[in-house]
């Protein structure tokens, strides 16, 4: 397995190169006529003065993703020549006969300029594959960022778009399963978000905090509630009704005794919170879907170490 990410390529790249990279694969001149532009249309600081770039694309904006699947097509083309349909390796039979004569197999997944690749091999085809993508990469003027590229099995796991791929053993059996779990980052980031809008000293209105904190955990429930993600919804949950009950009691300066007589139902369940017919969200009530598929015949053991 290749976990690899695209070092800030464009950041520092001057607006002629990545306008040379673009031109390789883009040939209408209305396309890059508007690339262009956007690239030459400077940027707006805080203090309201517009500035001219004379390198690296807008932070945030929609070009770079674009210029990134523009200029990484050519990666994607030189990893699939052989696998597309009707390519040499475009059969299970091809694949077969690769394995038998010790030759590796991959597939490529990629998102912008984020990508892992799949190999079938040894750790050593693994780094000939990631020296051959770095060749690839090279003549556009872009290079792997050293700190997010890396060589792991798929049972030590890896971080990918924000889930943790990992096969494992399925607890109380035999068979080994590819799980997706919710990686560290996020749930950090997510909690980050929930802490910022619920400071105790906040004297925000209620109604507005619990239709940003509903707008925030739905996206971010939605994204990851095809993970294996029932523990980790019904932990969040805990922590976002703690964060605005906490808020609340300080802002009222209320006693637990006022929140459980708010909050505490006829036959002793927690009610929701509202405020002027805004319901927080329960995220324990997620529906997930959990998608496993039984590989444990088809992916190797870990390397050896000779």
């Known amino acids: 397995m290749l976990d690899a990410d695209i070092e800030a390529a464009f950041d520092n790249v001057s607006h002629r190169a990545v306008m040379d990279a673009v031109r390789k694969r883009v040939k209408d001149k209305r396309v890059l006529a508007l690339v262009k532009a956007f690239l030459k249309s400077g940027i707006l600081s805080e203090d309201g003065q517009r500035r001219d770039t004379h390198t690296g694309t807008p932070q945030g904006g929609i070009l770079s993703p674009l210029i990134f699947n523009v200029a990484l097509s050519a990666l994607d083309e030189h990893l699939h020549r052989d696998w597309r349909p009707g390519g040499k390796m475009d059969s299970q039979y091809a694949r077969r006969k690769r394995r038998r004569h ?3 197999n991959w597939r490529i997944v990629r998102y912008a300029d984020d990508f892992a690749i799949m190999v079938h091999g040894t750790a050593e085809d693994t780094a000939a594959l990631q020296d051959e993508v770095a060749s690839v990469l090279e003549p556009l003027g872009l290079r792997l960022s050293p700190a997010k590229t890396r060589i792991v099995h798929i049972e030590d796991g890896f971080d990918f778009l924000g889930f943790r791929i990992r096969r494992r053993r399925k607890r109380g059996s035999s068979k080994w399963y590819v799980y997706v779990f919710i ?3 996020p749930i950090r980031s997510v909690k980050d978000k929930i802490r910022a809008l619920t400071r105790r000293t906040s004297q925000a209105d209620p109604r507005d905090v619990l239709i940003r904190l509903n707008q925030i955990t739905l ?8 993970a294996v993600a029932k523990h980790t919804f019904r932990m969040l949950g805990a922590f976002l009704w703690h964060r605005v009950i906490m808020w609340l009691k300080t802002m009222h300066r209320w006693s637990w005794k006022d929140v459980r007589n708010w909050l505490l139902g006829p036959h002793g369940t927690w009610l929701p919170i509202t ?5 927080l ?3 324990a009530r997620t529906p997930a879907i959990t998608r496993y598929r039984y590989r444990g015949d088809t992916i190797p053991s870990p390397w050896p170490t000779t």
């Open 183 to 185: 990686a560290a980052r």
């Open 102 to 104: 010790g030759l590796p």
């Open 281 to 283: 969200i329960n995220l």
């Open 275 to 279: 405020a002027d017919g805004i319901e």
């Open 219 to 226: 996206g971010w429930a939605n994204y990851f509630r095809h």
